[in-house]
T-cell receptor, first 114, second 112 residues
Framework: DAMVIQNPRYQVTQFGKPVTLSCSQTLNHNVMYWYQQKSSQAPKLLFHYYDKDFNNEADTPDNFQSRRPNTSFCFLDIRSPGLGDAAMYLCATSTAGNLDTEAFFGQGTRLTVV | GNSVTQMEGPVTLSEEAFLTINCTYT??????LFWYVQYPGEGLQLLLKATKADDKGSNKGFEATYRKETTSFHLEKGSVQVSDSAVYFCALSLTGGFKTIFGAGTRLFVKA
């Protein structure tokens, strides 16, 4: 049973054309994350939502934005994709304050910029 | 700051060989430690975890022991299979899975 679902699995967008990636969860976790993973690299945290509170990482470009309309859904908006934004984008969820748990990841969306 | 260092790959083994992937960490507190696995074109799957010193995480024949004195969490498997070919990420979090920090990943190839 899929618990963190990302759509689409593959997305092709044009240089400079806004694109939105989506993520939904059935775990009712209060924290949702977006990671960027470039080829052969570690996933890099872009930002997270703790309930409705948005938390940006210091080095995340302004080109990346996020929305969380409710507990279950979270979106990643790339306002003007550049060639360097081609990557796998991973959505994850977790609870907070519980030591005996972990982050749950979706299958990722692979973004190609042409 | 908090960080994870793991051995560079790729690691190439024959089927039934013994596997070790080294992982060390730096953390300001007492982190939880994880190994995630990523198959080609897929997201990350939790392989095992340990939440305190001397805990051993295990799953699917893989094991790792949380060593506080050496700040290590090395992944081992006694007999690898072709189906174990994947990228393995060591990771830490200071509170469960909150803001997980990943190592660079180690690609494993297992030959039949």
């Amino acid at each position: 049973d899929a618990m963190v679902i990302q759509n689409p699995r593959y997305q092709v967008t044009q240089f400079g054309k806004p694109v939105t990636l989506s993520c939904s969860q059935t775990l009712n976790h209060n924290v949702m994350y977006w990671y960027q993973q470039k080829s052969s690299q570690a996933p890099k945290l872009l930002f997270h939502y703790y309930d409705k509170d948005f938390n940006n990482e210091a080095d995340t470009p302004d080109n990346f934005q996020s929305r969380r309309p409710n507990t279950s859904f979270c979106f990643l908006d790339i306002r003007s994709p550049g060639l360097g934004d081609a990557a796998m984008y991973l959505c994850a969820t977790s609870t907070a304050g519980n030591l005996d748990t972990e982050a749950f990841f979706g299958q990722g969306t692979r973004l190609t910029v042409v | 700051g908090n960080s994870v260092t793991q051995m560079e790959g790729p690691v190439t083994l024959s089927e039934e060989a013994f596997l070790t992937i080294n992982c060390t960490y730096t953390a300001t507190g007492y982190p939880s430690l994880f190994w995630y696995v990523q198959y080609p074109g897929e997201g990350l799957q939790l392989l095992l975890k340990a939440t305190k010193a001397d805990d051993k995480g295990s799953n699917k024949g893989f094991e790792a022991t949380y060593r506080k004195e050496t700040t290590s969490f090395h992944l081992e498997k006694g007999s690898v299979q072709v189906s174990d070919s994947a990228v393995y990420f060591c990771a830490l979090s200071l509170t469960g899975g909150f803001k997980t920090i990943f190592g660079a990943g180690t690609r494993l190839f297992v030959k039949a």
